[in-house]
């Protein structure tokens, strides 16, 4: 098949790269290339012959017609997104900018491109997004696919915005759509700004780890490779207009998770103490979710899926990542603007 991901040098698009290269994909890579993307991500796959840049912004829609016309991709996946919630508290317009005129701006092309094709019966846009678009949860519970929505911050308020799009044109149009709500990811690239590398980066440069309010929230954790293997399987086999939520069946509190990885660092880069006691608590974010929790059985059940790696394997293989990749990370570190932010971070 021939793809055309969106958002493909960014943290899973990157990852669902690299997967459907290794399977024998032609991928059509069409990004932006914001603060969130990283050339190297893709740079195993760059020369394989089966690979593709395309530099291009999703708000551009005469861009995309052309990204359309000239690569004549059988499937669309669409990844690109601004996608850090603290971010969007701060400053929202970019993300109903990307996150919802830009979902628009690929129905459409993808729409054109479809029927003047001829509506071929393979065709596929597979929009992805997360579980952040169903809200909290208490302490019961788990989302699924028919969870009402009850998008609470601006960025899960422009991905839930952007899902309904996808349905409307799969309703009004026939495009024919599949879409996915995804819990956290983690793993290998993961952008400095998010929870996991900022546990990991400041702990090892002996700075404060900041953790959110008393780290009471929960949060439900996948390992990328995982995340992306679904992707792909959701791609070929699932039912046209549906959704499946994915998620990793591992749920942490996020003060667990933060000690689990100072365990781990205590183990794989031994210091004078623990790494746990740069733990610093601090103020909760406005509107943070207590509790996300996924229930996967539709996935499960329809399509065979489910997550191959548990957290405790996973956050060793993301920490034993990190330690031997500072080549990655060092440059994005040392970016001024990021360098401020990493103050507190929350996965998603
Ligand atoms: P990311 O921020 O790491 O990557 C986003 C990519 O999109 C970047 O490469 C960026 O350059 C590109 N991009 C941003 N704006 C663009 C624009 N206007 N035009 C073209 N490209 C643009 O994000 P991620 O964590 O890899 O998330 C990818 C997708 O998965 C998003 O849609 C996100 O909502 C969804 N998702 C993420 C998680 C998670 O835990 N990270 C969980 C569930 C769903």
Redesign the pocket.
């Known amino acids: 098949m021939k793809l055309l991901v969106?958002?493909?040098?960014?943290?899973?698009?990157s990852a669902v790269v690299r997967l459907a290269v290794a399977r024998g994909h032609q991928v059509v890579n069409?990004?932006?290339?914001?603060y969130?993307?990283c050339a190297a991500n893709v740079a195993s796959v760059a020369g394989s012959g089966l690979y593709a840049f395309e530099k291009?912004?999703?708000?551009d829609r005469a861009a995309l017609e052309r990204i359309f016309a000239a690569h004549r991709p059988d499937a669309v996946m669409h990844?690109?997104?601004?996608?850090?919630v603290d971010r969007s508290i701060d400053g929202p317009g970019d993300f109903i900018e990307?996150n919802i005129t830009?979902t628009y701006n690929m129905l459409e092309a993808a729409r054109v491109y479809w029927t003047a094709s001829g509506k071929p019966e393979g065709f596929r846009f597979h929009h992805?997004?997360?579980?952040e678009v169903f809200g909290s949860l208490g302490a019961e519970g788990q989302f699924t696919e028919a969870t009402p929505y009850d998008p609470r911050s601006p960025y899960s308020a422009s991905?839930a915005a952007s899902d309904h799009l996808v349905r409307a044109w799969h309703e009004t149009y026939g495009l024919p759509v599949v879409l996915t709500n995804?819990?956290?990811?983690y793993g290998p690239y993961h952008?400095p700004e998010k929870l996991i590398p900022v546990v990991i980066l400041n702990a090892l440069h002996g700075r404060e780890i900041p953790v959110y309010g008393k780290g009471e929230n929960i949060r439900d954790w996948l390992y990328v490779e995982d995340h992306a293997e679904a992707l792909l399987l959701v791609l070929e086999k699932g039912a046209l207009g549906r959704s499946y939520n994915i998620g990793g069946e591992n749920e942490r509190r996020n003060i667990d998770l933060v000690r689990m990885i100072c365990a781990l660092l205590d183990e794989m880069q031994p210091k004078a103490g623990s790494y746990a006691e740069q733990i610093a608590f601090v103020t909760d974010r406005p509107g943070h979710d207590a509790r996300y929790a996924i229930d996967p059985s539709r996935i499960r059940e329809e399509l065979g899926w489910r997550p191959s790696v548990t957290v405790e394997e996973g956050l060793r293989r993301t920490v034993r990542w990190y330690l031997d990749n500072e080549a990655w990370w060092r440059p994005l570190l040392e970016r001024a603007e990021l360098g401020q932010r990493l103050g507190a971070g929350d996965?998603?």
């Open positions: 969106t958002g493909g040098a960014g943290f899973i698009g069409l990004d932006a290339m914001t969130a993307a291009a912004d999703i708000r990844l690109a997104a601004e996608s850090h990307t830009g992805i997004s997360t579980d991905k995804c819990s956290n990811n952008f996965g998603a």
